[in-house]
């Protein structure tokens, strides 16, 4: 996601709202380095966005949410993926729909 320095700051304060742990990643494949993490850190579920990557990407098995799911599953790490916001244009949540509570 291009989300600028206020729009992170915002997720992490979310973030802390709900106790839970922010951790910034720098890995060249994401995939891998998400699934790497959460065995270090022995993550057994992983929460995603899905995604409007092209459709035949993800068939053809080179995304990244797939990879996550082949990579993770084979480490018993489940993988959870929530639905793209229907009411939306583009699918996404806003920001202000996240902190509204």
Known sequence: ANLNGSDLDVLKNECEKLDA??????????AK???EFALSAKVTQIVLG????NKWKRR???SILTKIMDNAGNQGIDVHIIARHRD??????????LTES
Do not use: C, H, K
């Not at 899905?50 to 990557?53: D, G, I, L, P, S």
């Open 33 to 35: 380095g998400i699934v």
């Open 21 to 30: 742990r922010w951790q910034d990643l720098y890995e060249d494949d994401v």
């Open 88 to 97: 939306s244009p583009n699918g996404d949540f806003t920001l202000n729909e």
């Open 50 to 53: 899905a995604t409007r990557q």
């Open 60 to 62: 053809l098995g080179n």
